[in-house]
């Protein structure tokens, strides 16, 4: 496991030995599990995203463009 990001709106997990990343977005409490090719992309557009500079705003559309694959709640145990 291999943390890829942290900040006050994102958590970005990668599972190399699995072929996986987990995007948890803090906002709302909403995560998602990406797998195969799905998850390379994502690490490249991720990737590209970070190579700049981003306001806030940018940032939480960048995040609003995954909203479809954050479909499981984050609880608390």
């Given amino acids: 496991m291999n943390v890829l990001f942290n900040n006050p709106l994102l958590y970005v997990i990668d599972y190399p030995g699995h072929a ?3 995007i948890l ?3 709302n409490g909403r995560m998602g599990l990406l797998r195969g090719s799905t998850a ?3 690490r490249g557009e991720f990737s590209q995203f970070l190579t700049q500079e ?3 705003e940018e940032f939480e ?3 609003d463009s995954y909203e479809a694959i954050l479909d499981h709640s984050v ?3």
């Fill in 75 to 77: 609880s608390r145990h």
């Fill in 61 to 63: 559309d960048f995040i």
């Fill in 40 to 42: 390379d992309r994502m």
């Fill in 25 to 27: 977005d803090k906002r």
């Fill in 20 to 22: 996986a990343l987990e």
């Fill in 54 to 56: 981003h306001d806030q």
